[in-house]
């Protein structure tokens, strides 16, 4: 294709995606009590193999053809990468020092539980073929325990936002224990490429490298950046300057986690940690939020649909085991996040209200999944098996969370308080 044909093709497709997210985002909430993201997820699976494809393919080959899918690719790292830099915005530090021991138990324990599973059950999915013969069992186990062990961290803050969660004490410690927990499973996948053959420079690049960046922003970050906080203040807005300079610090550090090993979403997250709060913080969500949850966003989860084929899911063999995959996956990460966060002084609602939101693995599930197949460790079965598995634990989610939290909650009249606190936001999510 030519730039002019990718151009056209770019413009269609991003019209048909907003269409299908927002649409079907609309029915998920209004007559499945779904957050509009679990209904965005489910666009993207639409618009791929497993149903446009499959009763349309040639309609799906005309939409998405493979080479504009690099194209497309572009923009749905640059969409979820700037929505979790929104998220580390809302991000309450005091609410997470006031809880670091409790976000570092359920952390560990959702994926100790996990890799424990993992140990268990890898020999007997090496025993059906869902693996590359090539590789060893420490390999397939490291790999099996990360994708039990993910947690669907952008979904996790989408969750969190709709449900007017944002700087609340359950909010950020799900965040604090969602964004170590990822940031572990993507370490353990960065070892596992290196046993594989790409070398152990891939896992000391990404682990120190992760590590170097982070202690960098958070110890030197706000120093650096309170100059920009102090401007907006004596200004009492975000000016195009600022505006621009926040964004190329956002790039970069989006660069630097993707370059490291990790994922950009990481970059972006912890940028938005650091910003000062007030009216730089304030006024940056406000005019970055409508377009990168309405455009940009959608982008990430039709990238994801396109490679995910359900249908290969199709004799009773593999539904069994996919079934205890199911099971087994969701009763290891979330009993003992819920363990944990007893453990650690939570009260028994918020503790099952956490278990339930850690358990959801959505789109980084994908993205973990899809690496593996690439890079040849699982094969298509097994990769729809885990697909199964991350659709169905995002979509409990919501209805598990509002059952053993959120109607206790609004009795309670605390869902009403949560709720005020995000009203700045409110115009935003009408809109949407």
Known sequence: MTPAQLSVVFFLQLAVIIVACRGVGWLAKRYLGQPQVVGEMIAGVILGPSLLGLLAPDIQALLFPKESKSVLFVGAQFGVGLYMFLVGLGFRGDHFKSNAG?????????????????????????????FNEALTLPQTTLFMGACIAITAFPMLARIIHERGLSGTP????????????????????????ATFGDGPMVAVKAIGGGLAFAVFM???????????????????????TTLGIVLILFLLSAWAMDAAGIHAVFGGFLLGCVIPRGVLATELRKQLEPFAVVVLLPMFFTYSGLHTQLTLVDNVELALVTLGILVASILAKGVACWGAARLTGQDNATAMGIGALMNARGLMELIIINIGLQKGIIGPALFSMLVVMAIVTTLMASPLFELVYGRKARARGELGALNEQDSEFAEVREAR
């Open 170 to 193: 359950l909010g950020t410690l799900s965040l604090s224990a969602g964004a170590i927990d990822d940031a572990g499973a993507w370490a353990v996948l960065a070892i596992v490429l």
């Open 218 to 240: 958070l110890t030197l970050g706000p120093r650096l950046l309170a100059p920009l906080g102090r401007k907006a203040e004596r200004e009492g807005k975000v000016s195009q």
């Open 102 to 130: 409790s976000a570092a138990a359920v952390s560990l324990s959702g994926m100790a539980a996990p890799f424990l599973l993992a140990i268990l059950i890898t020999p007997w999915l090496m025993s059906h073929g869902l």
